[in-house]
């Protein structure tokens, strides 16, 4: 039996996916599992719902921005823990969780520690190019240590070894494809959306752009998540239905009454939203950026584009044509999967971390 600790303050969306999935698998595999996390806004009232009872969970406050007080607090916090509970692996989860986790390794010594940036903090270009500079020049002064990157996606991992560290392995973000209710297509109506938080990385402004172009009788567009306000309200006044924060179970119920999934991000690492459209059948448009490129297979699958002219091109014929939604779909369905199966990903951690799988 080993001893794991995970480390998180992005504590929402995808990122949660992803934990809980580790988590609950080791902790069903006999490994004591530790769970230190701050909770976001976007972060599930039920969130202890999605996890194996077995799990012990420490809240710590940690700040999504840069500030050096509150940051030097959690960090010394966060070192204490990993000093009292002596586990055999660290796992860090984005950035800021990363940035403190990466440092304490330098003075808690013992455990093997790996950081996985569920989506890389200097490819995030709407923040500016002097906010993305300081964010690469931090992220290669951390590349010095000794803590291994797990990057999800392979596009992810060539960033990685390009600007930061060739100390970089694979492990691909996965979904329980059988859990996720399929998608049966609508009578009468088109409905496109997507799921996730409104917020500047999943570009709001461009999913109300799309749906704006691409009004028309019969055709509907849902956001389901909620978040930024500014963001909310530019898909409102686009006409998309906006539907809120819901339950995970809620939320996959949703995901099945589309008939068309589109992805607006600026950045990801491997969108689980995106397997999970897949894996409910959809036909999935996406901007041709990291993590959505490793999914899309052009043509396909889905498509890849890179701006609203290009959204609303490649909806087009897929507004008009419900044969050709659902002969891709089931594409979609098939490379889901084929590719991101839960014991694969888990296999391979299990691999990187250099445990044995079951305690």
């Known amino acids: 039996m080993s001893a794991i600790v995970h480390v998180v303050e992005s504590f929402g ?8 999935a580790f988590a609950n698998r080791q902790a069903r595999d006999g490994h004591t ?11 599930p009232d039920n969130w202890p719902a999605l996890f194996d009872t077995r799990i012990r969970f420490i809240q710590l406050p940690m700040q999504r921005s840069i500030h050096p007080v509150n940051d030097w607090r959690a960090g010394r916090a966060l070192a204490r823990w990993l000093k009292e509970l ?20 330098m003075f808690v010594r013992g455990p093997r520690y790996f950081f996985s940036p569920h989506g ?3 490819l995030q270009r709407a923040e500016g190019q002097l906010k993305n500079t300081v964010f690469l020049v931090l992220e290669k002064l951390l590349a010095h240590t000794s803590v291994t990157a797990i990057a999800c996606s392979h596009s992810e991992a060539g960033e990685i070894r390009q600007h930061l560290t060739p100390r970089v392995v694979v492990v691909e973000n996965a979904v329980d494809v059988a859990a996720i209710p399929q998608a049966a297509g609508n009578d009468g109506v088109v409905r496109i959306g997507t799921v996730g938080r409104v917020a500047l990385a999943r570009n709001p402004e461009l999913f109300a752009e799309v749906a704006t172009r691409c009004r028309q009788a019969g055709v509907e567009f849902v956001w389901i998540g909620g978040g930024d306000a500014a963001g909310e309200a530019a898909l409102k006044a686009a006409g998309v239905d906006v539907l809120g924060w ?4 809620q939320a996959l119920e949703q995901l099945a009454t589309l008939d068309i999934y589109i992805q607006t991000s600026r950045w ?11 894996a409910a059948g959809l036909p999935v448009v996406a901007t041709d950026v990291v993590g959505n ?3 899309i297979r052009h043509g396909d699958n889905g498509y890849l584009v890179s701006d609203a002219a290009g959204f609303a ?5 897929l507004i008009a044509d419900a044969d050709a939604r659902r002969s891709m779909g089931a594409r979609a369905r098939g490379f889901a999967a084929s590719h991101y199966s839960l014991d694969t990903m888990m296999n391979t951690l299990y691999d990187v971390y250099g445990i044995p799988p079951h305690g």
């Open 120 to 122: 890389l903090s200097f």
């Open 13 to 20: 969306g995808g990122t949660l996916s992803m934990v809980s």
């Open 313 to 317: 091109e490649r909806l087009a014929p």
């Open 268 to 278: 990801e690492g491997l969108p689980v939203a995106v397997i999970e459209a897949m």
């Open 246 to 249: 819901l339950p995970r179970a």
């Open 33 to 43: 599992v530790t769970v230190i996390h701050s909770v976001r806004e976007e972060t």
């Open 86 to 105: 002596a586990p055999d692996v660290v796992h860090l989860h984005s950035s800021k969780a990363g940035a403190l986790g990466r440092i304490a390794s």
């Open 293 to 295: 490129r490793d999914l």
